[in-house]
């Protein structure tokens, strides 16, 4: 219905007619917030998706010889063909089940010698500084010890990745039982709790943030020793295959494997902090 008038020659439109929803309107808050969300997850693609387009460019017009730089569709070619062949998957996998059960190793043994250390200043005093000389010496600089005394069997390298799991978590363990409130703990000794329970309900929760620092960095330098373990003394892995390619000269082989480690990498620690999150669902950051 037309809503207009003419009066005295002039048209007189209604205050309605001109009315058009603002472009707010169309999006809900709900819908506002998931696209928000959406952005907050797809930002952290900008970057890399630019340096791949800058990488084919490059590539694409030979500023670059394909041996030193191969172009990014020809190494997801060949990252295809390694998938079809079978031993890829399997060389992945064999790399993760390693850094698996030698970061099982490490963490296991770092969070019972930082609760013992940080419950214990006897134990600190007796035991820290032989820890403090041995973590001076990089897990790496053992491989040629260890390899002479068990060889390159799977055993060496769950004790180079236990080494390197173990001090991160340890130190991290020690840091946070330390720094614990002691109102928290006069609180627990009011209401008579035991050793154990001071440790699993008061401490071990208060110190969970410092701990999980520790264990996302130990995870990090699992995977990639891991790689280097493999590259001395392996014949199966990812750190094999990047042996392989690199006395081949097979550059895209060698970026196929680069983009894999790094993407496991980044899912690992993604993994960590997903639990963290849901562990420590009370820690809030100023950063929203």
Known sequence: M?????????KVV?????VRPRREALLT?????????????????VVPIILVVIWETVAQLNWVKPVFLPAPSVVLKTFI??????QFLGDIWISIYTVLRGFAWGLGLGLIAGTSAGM????????????????????????????????????????VLAKAVFFPVFLSTLQGI??????????????EFSQVQLIRRVIFPAALPTIFAGVRLGAGLAWAYIVFAEMLAGRKGLGYILTRGQDLLQTDEVFVVIVVIGAIGFLIDYLLRHAES?????????VN
């Open 278 to 286: 849901r562990l420590i669902t009370w820690k809030k950051s100023f």
């Open 178 to 191: 330390r720094s614990v409130s002691r109102d928290y703990v006069e609180v627990a000794r009011v209401y």
């Open 29 to 45: 808050p709900g819908t506002r917030q998931t696209l928000l969300k959406i952005w907050d997850r797809l930002i952290g693609l």
């Open 14 to 18: 209604s205050p309605d007619a001109g």
């Open 120 to 159: 214990s200043r006897t134990v600190d005093r007796l035991f820290g500084p032989l820890l403090n000389a041995v973590r001076q010496v990089p897990p790496i600089a053992w491989l040629p010890l260890i390899v002479l005394w068990v060889g390159i069997g799977d055993f060496g390298k769950l004790v």
């Open 2 to 10: 037309n809503h207009d008038a003419v009066l005295n020659g002039v």
């Open 81 to 86: 063909n390694l998938l079809e062949s079978g």
